[in-house]
């Protein structure tokens, strides 16, 4: 006799309704029955867009930080700067509380954030993944906040507003990278399924999680949360 799939219990987010998620076909969506708040998802490409994704915005992060963000030309000097040496200059300048925030912020806390991303991803391809991937995944969660290039994007472009007077400024290929950055990290955050990720990591008594039911090819598209 075959058994069927333990349904996932949760609460809504909203109305704390507790609830059972039935399997969910690709691409499917179960709402609350309370208040249709959507409570769970099953993205159609759960690993490889989001590692794709991820790959492009490794790729954008060294070209934002290794190549000149700007370039300044007045009175016949010109001078250009990355991220990490405008953090170096307010370093140097006195500034040593902003310049700490603006390489944590807007080199450090990306960048491991990226890079933990990629490891998980790229563990969780062929599940089970190990049980340190979990460990892994928290620290990224952690990073993800403190990761603030689009922050700092503001605070350049409200600079070069106010320096136009002054100088004559050229936009370098960090500050494009900067601007493609922010767009990747936001696909990253929107295509990406937490819950995914959590049911390839093997438990903690060792033991591995079960598979995920197959679903039939003609699924319906959306599915309705069951109240437990």
Not at 46 to 61: N, Q
Not at 157 to 168: E, G, N, S
Not at 184 to 212: E, K, M, N
Request: one cysteine or more; proline letters at 11%.
């Amino acid at each position: 006799m075959t058994h069927p799939p333990a349904l996932d219990t949760i609460a809504c987010p909203d109305c704390d309704l507790q609830q059972s998620i039935p399997p969910l076909p690709p691409g499917g969506l179960a709402h609350c029955p309370r208040c249709q708040v959507i409570v769970a998802r099953n993205p159609v490409d759960p690993i490889e867009l989001p590692l794709a994704l991820t790959v492009a915005a490794a790729i954008v992060y060294l070209i934002a930080n290794l190549t000149p963000l700007m370039g300044l030309s007045a009175v016949g000097r010109e001078s250009t700067t990355t991220i990490l040496g405008g953090a170096i200059e307010m370093w140097d300048q006195g500034s040593e509380i902003t310049a700490i925030a603006v390489a944590f912020c807007a080199v450090i806390a990306p960048g491991a954030f990226i890079a933990f991303m990629l490891i998980v991803l790229t563990a969780a391809l062929d599940p089970p993944a190990p049980r340190w991937v979990g460990q892994m995944f928290r620290v990224a969660a952690w990073m993800q906040p403190w990761s603030m290039t689009e922050v700092m994007l503001l605070g350049i472009l409200v600079a070069l507003i106010k320096i136009a007077q002054l100088a004559t400024v050229v936009p370098g290929p960090g500050m494009y990278a900067i601007g493609v950055l922010v767009g990747l990290l936001a696909a990253v955050g929107t295509t990406f399924d937490a819950h995914v990720i959590w049911t390839r990591v093997v438990w903690a008594d060792g033991t591995v999680p079960p598979p995920i039911p197959a679903q039939p090819r003609r699924a319906r598209r959306r599915a309705r949360a069951v109240p437990q």
